[in-house]
């Protein structure tokens, strides 16, 4: 990597822990009667997430922001080590740490301050025990090696500049024959170039990268090959429908760029996979 392409991923990470600090941070001033509102659990639930295990979280933990729901797939046993990469308001650790138990572990990893205070905040208000939440990269994990039995991550991948990276942190610290489950978004084409000048690098959709390179990729960071347990076109569930149906700010957006949405239809998948590391 050149020192120019170096120098603008780093600003993309800035913009992105930027983005999601301001997040964080209107769910802290929100009234907490308020939180785990409505609309993120719809959203969620269309994803795959159970009603009634995301009611029972503390208020605050599901922010919405997944694009799958990745932590059943784990098939997780009392007593294992889990680690979520970009843990956010903690949804997938609390989840998993009902299933390991008060004799497992539950790690939430993330780069923003603001979401591990949320986090941490949250795991206080509903007595988990068992679960920590560290500051740190994707890309240089806070985590020993091969001290993890299963690793999560839930729409956060796609955000790195350097995917790649965050895929050899994966396979340095799962244990052999240690599994991951993530949901993540994929590019069938590149999206029109209007577009992703308009939507910024701090967009999930705009960071991803093509389905046939991230699978390449898991299997170049010592996986077996990947399954893919489900697959979800993104835009049409979150209500890219088409100009009828969807939201006056997305019918907005598709104006200013002049694109149709006829250009992108089926463009962009949410995939929930799975992969083991070759013992």
């Known amino acids: 990597m050149t020192n120019a392409n170096g120098n603008e991923a780093e600003s993309?990470?800035?913009?992105?822990?930027?983005?999601?600090?301001?997040?964080?941070?209107?769910?802290?001033?929100?009234?907490?009667?308020?939180?785990?509102?409505?609309?993120?659990?719809?959203?969620?639930?269309q994803f795959g997430y159970d009603k009634n295990e995301i009611e029972s979280l503390p208020s605050g933990a599901d922010m919405g922001l997944g694009c799958g729901a990745p932590v059943p797939a784990l098939d997780l046993q009392p007593g294992e080590t889990?680690?979520?990469?970009?843990?956010?308001?903690?949804?997938?650790?609390?989840?998993?740490?009902?299933?390991?138990?008060p004799t497992g572990r539950v790690i939430g990893v993330d780069m923003t301050?603001?979401?591990?205070?949320?986090?941490?905040?949250?795991a206080r208000r509903g007595g988990?025990?068992?679960?920590?939440?560290?500051?740190?990269?994707?890309?240089?994990?806070?985590?020993?090696?091969?001290?993890?039995?299963?690793?999560?991550s839930n729409c956060v991948i796609n955000l790195v500049p350097d995917k790649r990276?965050?895929?050899?942190?994966?396979?340095?610290?799962?244990?052999?024959?240690?599994?991951?489950?993530?949901?993540?978004?994929?590019?069938?084409?590149?999206?029109?170039?209007?577009?992703?000048?308009?939507?910024?690098?701090?967009?999930c959709i705009v960071t991803a990268i093509r389905r046939d390179e991230y699978l390449e990729m898991i299997r170049q960071a010592g996986f077996a090959e990947p399954e893919i347990l489900q697959d979800v076109d993104y835009l049409a569930a979150v209500g890219w429908t088409d100009t009828?149906?969807?939201?006056?700010?997305?019918?907005?957006?598709?104006?200013?760029t002049g694109v149709s949405y006829d250009e992108i239809r089926g463009t962009v998948h949410s995939l929930t996979l799975r992969a083991t590391k070759a013992d």
């Open 12 to 45: 993309t990470v800035l913009r992105v822990r930027e983005e999601y600090s301001r997040i964080a941070e209107r769910r802290v001033i929100e009234d907490a009667a308020t939180r785990n509102s409505e609309a993120d659990r719809g959203c969620s639930e």
């Open 82 to 101: 889990v680690l979520d990469l970009g843990s956010g308001g903690g949804i997938d650790v609390f989840l998993a740490a009902r299933q390991v138990g």
């Open 165 to 203: 990276a965050v895929y050899a942190e994966i396979a340095r610290v799962l244990r052999p024959g240690g599994r991951t489950v993530v949901s993540d978004i994929v590019l069938e084409r590149p999206l029109p170039a209007t577009l992703v000048r308009e939507m910024g690098d701090a967009n």
């Open 128 to 152: 988990y025990a068992n679960v920590e939440f560290r500051e740190g990269r994707l890309e240089a994990l806070p985590v020993d090696d091969g001290s993890i039995d299963a690793v999560t």
């Open 244 to 256: 009828d149906h969807m939201n006056d700010e997305t019918r907005a957006l598709l104006e200013r």
């Open 113 to 122: 301050p603001e979401m591990i205070e949320l986090a941490r905040d949250n």
